[in-house]
């Protein structure tokens, strides 16, 4: 089957714009994770979903980042008020079970903030 | 101090060789242990995981943990060209959140 996709692949934005990513897991996968990956850094956790519930979201760097996932499939990564500092690719991935290991990740979303 | 270090490289190694990755870890609780790869632009894959003290091998790859000294490597036997890219170290977190702490990883030039 298909996996894990993200959209957009792209996006710029003005400093002060909302933008929301949105990350569709591979069916049936039960756990999803949103990291944070700058250039020449390796990825950083932000928040991670088993099902619908939100179990960990320590990796939030501000109470601009909001993730939710209210059916249990798709996610969706919103960042209030761009600053240039979230700049960066924003990946998801997911699994299918609880554990963490076998994470197949999404193409990611390259974030441009101006 | 960070939780998983990693060189940064660049580690450059002429085809046919043998590239040596390192990783160190601090939380001496933890249990399991990743490699990945990622390309440039790409997103990161799995290719190796090790959860015992001693060697794991897949194909030219071998994977060795030692958990009294906190370290994990990576070997890759008869490296290629297209082994080039960013190898990642990630620890999975020794308490009940699940979370993967990652390293910066180190990046691999094969040489022809």
Known sequence: GAGVSQSPRYKVAKRGQDVALRCDPISGHVSLFWYQQALGQGPEFLTYFQNEAQLDKSGLPSDRFFAERPEGSVSTLKIQRTQQEDSAVYLCASTPSPKPETQYFGPGTRLLVL | ?112
């Open chain 2, 1 to 112: 101090q960070k939780e998983v270090e990693q060189n940064s490289g660049p580690l450059s190694v002429p085809e046919g060789a043998i590239a040596s990755l390192n990783c160190t870890y601090s939380d001496r609780g933890s249990q399991s242990f990743f490699w990945y790869r990622q390309y440039s632009g790409k997103s990161p894959e799995l290719i190796m995981s090790i959860y015992s003290n001693g060697d794991k091998e897949d194909g030219r790859f071998t994977a060795q943990l030692n958990k009294a000294s906190q370290y994990v490597s990576l070997l890759i036997r008869d490296s290629q060209p297209s082994d080039s890219a960013t190898y990642l170290c990630a620890v999975l977190n020794a308490g009940n959140n699940r979370k993967l702490i990652w390293g910066l990883g180190t990046s691999l030039a094969v040489n022809p």
